[in-house]
């Protein structure tokens, strides 16, 4: 598949439309995850309007971002970067060998507590 | 009053006193918990691709279950709520999705979006009324407690219409019918880390203590929730800083059904 082609059809999973971003950068300051991020919320969304896919595809930022929709909330024009983020984490886990999550390393971390919820969320976001 | 109710996978495990509370607590208010017919577990996390489809189905048919016995469709566990409550948004609006989906699950009459899905707290507030359950209370909370709202019951805010979601007041309301005092601190709706914690401990760890330190300056005694997520971390990830509880055990506490 061509960049561009892959440029299309994130911007059409993402939902959203990525022209209309301002760049006030209201997402990247109020993400829980900022500093962990390696591309920021505002980046994601001019990046994948400029059709930057493969920066989009190797930034972990992708593991990071917890989807609590922050991001979305205060931006005064509409876009929504984490449905951004989810666009370019789906389009990476959909590819052969690409999950997130290796099911051996999971008993290691698994403690009594552990609710049914994380394990089935990790799962859904990590993995296809 | 008879409402359908969606448990959820959590509810039926790790996060049993939730349920259970519940239960007690929407006895005691005339409140007759009726679960979903083979619910399936929904996902966890609502999924975001445009394309995904399949991965909303267990939500649709939960939703087209309620719409035929009812009209309404219970949730506890915060995730639920928001994944049940996004696919119904979807199944209402969406129609590249409510097409897909109908074509699907070919249901003999096709499902959208017409059942009302509504959270425990909000059946609290507008189906019970705080007036009423303060009423029932025999045993006054009398303590200091913190609402932990995180992010499931109220983003994104347009679907989900829970609150406002900057500056929410639905938990306080409840604490204080319960006889407590609510405590305001600024960290109450940010996230706790999810999911993340099974990749990276470390964004967590600091996510709830960053929380609980917020709600402890502020002089709450403990937290309380309605996701079994954010309690678990709250209380592993947020190593102890405070003591973290669901909001249905208060409930029970406080209408003596515990």
């Known amino acids: 598949m061509d960049k561009t082609e892959m440029t299309e059809i994130m911007k059409e999973i993402s939902g959203t439309d990525v022209r209309k971003c301002m760049k006030c950068g209201k997402c990247s300051g109020r993400c829980p995850a900022y500093k962990d991020m390696d591309i920021k919320p505002h980046q994601f969304v001019t990046m994948l309007e400029k059709g930057k896919v493969e920066e989009l595809l190797n930034c972990s930022a992708i593991w990071n971002c917890f989807s609590c929709m922050a991001c979305v909330e205060r931006c005064p024009r509409g876009v929504a970067p984490a449905q951004v983020i989810e666009a370019v984490r789906t389009t990476f886990t959909r590819a052969q060998n690409n999950n997130g999550l290796a099911a051996e390393d999971i008993p290691p971390i698994v403690d009594e507590l552990i609710p049914q919820q994380l394990l089935v969320s990790a799962y859904r976001k990590y993995n296809k | ?258």
């Open chain 2, 1 to 258: 009053m008879k409402i359908c109710y969606y448990p959820g996978c959590t509810l039926k495990t790790k996060a049993k006193e939730l349920d259970a509370y519940a239960r007690k607590a929407a006895e005691a208010l005339g409140v007759e918990m009726e679960e979903v017919k083979d619910w399936q577990c929904c996902g966890a996390v609502y999924p975001m691709a445009k394309n995904e489809i399949a991965t909303k189905l267990s939500a649709v048919r939960a939703l087209d279950y309620a719409k035929h016995n009812g009209g309404k469709l219970l949730t506890l566990c915060s995730a639920c709520h928001n994944v049940i409550k996004r696919v119904n948004d979807d199944m209402k609006n969406d129609e590249n999705i409510r097409t897909k989906a109908n074509n699907y699950l070919a249901l003999e009459e096709s499902y959208n979006g017409e059942t009302q899905v509504i959270h425990y707290l909000e059946m609290l507030k507008n189906e019970v009324s705080f007036d009423e359950i303060a009423k029932k209370v025999v045993k006054p909370l009398n303590r200091k407690v913190g609402a932990y709202y995180g992010c499931l019951l109220l983003r994104p805010s347009g679907v989900l219409a829970f609150d406002n979601p900057e500056n929410p007041s639905i938990i306080e309301d409840f604490i204080r019918a319960i006889g407590g005092t609510p405590v305001i601190y600024p960290f109450r709706n940010e996230c706790c880390g999810a999911y993340v914690s099974l990749k990276n401990q470390t964004l967590p760890k600091e996510r709830s203590a960053k929380i609980l330190n917020s709600a402890k300056e502020k002089g709450a005694e403990e937290v309380i929730t309605a996701c079994p997520l954010c309690l678990y971390n709250l209380q592993v990830n947020g190593a102890g800083i405070l003591p973290a509880r669901y909001f249905t055990e208060l409930l029970a506490e406080a209408l003596g059904v515990k």
